[in-house]
Every structure is written in structure tokens, then in C-alpha cells.
């Protein structure tokens, strides 16, 4: 992307305001090809958002911020050009959640979050919206060891692991496909919410589906940028299960069943994000993503100890690594 893209994006913004003079700076970049940059005036803000569409659309955004809005606190769209890829809004703030959580503030913070989420799965239309289907979650997996094992650790796995492997992808399918279902917005953590009034504001929401009911608070507490201990986070998501209880929510009544659900819900995406974040880096040459791949794999060794199902993840994990370390020590040689 060259400055052109934001020359662009910034007098096509300047020109919806009719500002006669302003400011501009970038604010953030992120894991996709979007880039935001906040316009000020007299005081006054807004957020231009450039997404190149021959990169990705702006109409799912559009879409699901109209569905949202009214319900949750979301950015109010000011001006939007699919064409090119260029979307004007309401600037909700600087201060996202993994830069402002403490330990003294998590529970006040956490509790407005659980809040935002159980009005997000009970009130937000889905009619029409994409489905969570099986094909995804099993082409989410692949990431994990076309990405990650064979590109990042270069594992070729055998052919019985694979067939482990297989085993354990439609274990985790199964455990997914048979929650209830709500509208999802698949990447809610904490760097996706910001410190606002309503509290809290939020953002990146263009790859919502309907998905499995526990998705979204599993990303919530298990984050790819904050680790909390595991009773806490145990707590938290039991705090969920009680309110979406209470808010009439097809959640089960078992708080067992529940932890376990939520167990095999985040090794799915956990090890998504490793694929993922291998990506980001062989791909698209953004390696700092790699950094945070040691606690997932720290998520994935608390599930797989407490989930027998889960076991020969461990072995396989343990194999690969084994293997990982072996060929980078001979590397080396």
C-alpha cells in the first residue's frame, strides 16, 4: 500500500466533512490489509478506514455495524465508498482494552464486556448472515500445520499423524457444531474493545457469522495478548454462562459441561491463530505475531491436561516439537 491509499482515503474523508483544515495521523494498522487514520478539527475527530478492495470489501463492515447498532455500542458509519474501499467513522477513542486492563480493573472492565456480548447473541438480527459451517472450522485447523508446523517449525508430519490429527479436527468440530448458535463476532478480545461511554465501543466486527455460543467469551478471556490465570478465567466464563442464563440464552445448565465446551471451543481457535500468526509472517512479512504463540500454546497444554479427549493432541504436539527442536539443532550444525 503507497501513500496514494491514504491521500486518497484522507481527501475523500476531508470532503464528506467539509473541514478547511485538519490533521492527520495513522493509528493503527492491523492483522489484515486495513489501515485507520484519525482526522482532527477544533477538537473535533473522526476515523477514515482504508481497505483496499482488491484486498477486501468494506460491505461486510457496513453490513453488520447496521446490525449492530442500537444494540451495542459500535462506531456510527459517517460515509462509506465500496467502490473504493474507504469508510468514514465516528471516532470512539485511543484507549482499547489490552492497554488499559489491570488486575485491580479486569472485573469492572470484563463485566461491561459480558454485558455488550449477551446483548450482542440475544438481541442482534442473524437472518441472512454467513453460518460457522464445518468446512470453516476444519480450513481454520489447516492452518495450524500447512502454516505453522510444515512452514514455521518444518515438520512433515507422518502419515498416522495426520490421521491423528483428522481425529482430533472432527473432535473438535463435533464439540462446536453441537452448541447453540448466536450471532458471533469471532475476534472478540480485549484489543477490540474500546474504553468508551456506553462502555465498551466496538470494532472489527466484519467477520461476524453465526457461530457457536461460547466462541466469542473464549476469545474474550483467552487472549492472544493477556494471559489471566486459569481459575480466573474459569470464573469469568462461568460468570458468562449465568448471565446469558438469566438473559434467557440457550446456554447449558451444567457448569461442567460448560468448561469443557469452552476448553474445546478455544483449542479450535487457538490453534487457528498459531496458523495464522505463522502466516501473517511468511506471507505477509509481519513476524511480531509470532511472539505471542507461546501462550496459546500454554491454553492448549491447560485443555489438553484436563480434557482426556484431548490427549493425543498432547502427544502430537509433543512429537512435532520434539522433531522441531531436533532439525533446528542440526541446522545448526
Given at each position: 500500500m503507497s501513500d496514494e491509499r491514504r491521500a486518497l482515503a484522507e481527501s475523500?474523508?476531508?470532503r464528506q466533512l467539509g473541514w478547511p483544515e485538519w490533521t492527520s495521523r495513522a493509528i493503527s494498522s492491523d492483522a489484515s490489509f486495513r489501515r485507520y487514520f484519525r482526522l482532527e478539527h477544533e477538537g473535533?475527530?473522526?476515523v477514515v478506514m482504508d481497505a483496499p478492495p482488491e484486498r477486501e470489501s468494506i460491505d461486510a463492515f457496513v453490513e453488520i455495524d447496521r446490525r449492530l447498532q442500537g444494540v451495542v455500542h459500535v462506531p456510527e458509519i459517517l460515509a462509506s465508498d465500496s467502490e473504493r474501499g474507504l469508510v468514514l467513522l465516528e471516532d470512539l477513542?485511543?484507549?482499547p482494552f489490552h492497554h488499559v486492563l489491570t488486575p485491580d480493573n479486569a472485573d469492572a472492565l470484563f463485566d461491561d464486556a459480558i454485558q455488550a456480548l449477551v446483548a450482542m447473541q440475544s438481541r442482534v438480527t442473524v437472518d441472512g448472515m454467513p453460518e460457522y459451517e464445518p468446512a470453516k472450522l476444519l480450513a481454520e485447523l489447516a492452518l495450524f500445520p500447512d502454516w505453522f508446523l510444515v512452514r514455521h517449525w518444518q515438520v512433515e508430519p507422518s502419515e498416522a499423524e495426520?490421521?491423528?490429527?483428522?481425529?482430533v479436527c472432527a473432535t473438535l468440530i463435533r464439540w462446536a457444531m453441537d452448541q447453540p448458535r448466536v450471532f458471533c463476532h469471532r475476534d472478540y478480545m480485549p484489543r477490540n474493545l474500546m474504553l468508551a461511554d456506553p462502555n465498551p465501543g466496538i470494532i472489527d466486527f466484519q467477520d461476524a457469522v453465526i457461530?457457536?455460543?461460547?466462541?466469542?467469551?473464549?476469545?474474550?478471556?483467552?487472549?492472544?495478548?493477556?494471559?489471566?490465570?486459569?481459575?480466573?478465567?474459569?470464573?469469568w466464563l462461568e460468570g458468562f454462562r449465568r448471565r446469558a442464563d438469566q438473559a434467557g440464552l440457550p446456554v447449558t445448565p451444567s457448569a461442567e459441561l460448560w468448561r469443557r465446551t469452552c476448553d474445546f471451543m478455544g483449542v479450535q481457535r487457538h490453534l487457528k491463530v498459531i496458523g495464522i500468526f505463522a502466516r501473517i509472517?511468511?506471507?505477509?512479512?509481519?513476524?511480531?505475531?509470532?511472539?505471542d504463540t507461546p501462550r496459546f500454546f500454554d491454553y492448549l497444554d491447560v485443555a489438553i491436561g484436563r480434557n482426556p479427549e484431548l490427549a493425543v493432541l498432547g502427544v502430537l504436539l509433543k512429537a512435532w516439537r520434539q522433531r522441531a527442536v531436533e532439525s533446528k539443532s542440526e541446522a545448526a550444525d
Open positions: 475523500w474523508a476531508i473535533k475527530s473522526v477513542g485511543d484507549q495426520l490421521d491423528a490429527w483428522d481425529h457461530g457457536p455460543i461460547s466462541y466469542d467469551p473464549v476469545c474474550l478471556f483467552r487472549d492472544a495478548f493477556l494471559s489471566w490465570p486459569t481459575d480466573q478465567v474459569d470464573t509472517r511468511y506471507r505477509d512479512g509481519k513476524p511480531a505475531y509470532l511472539e
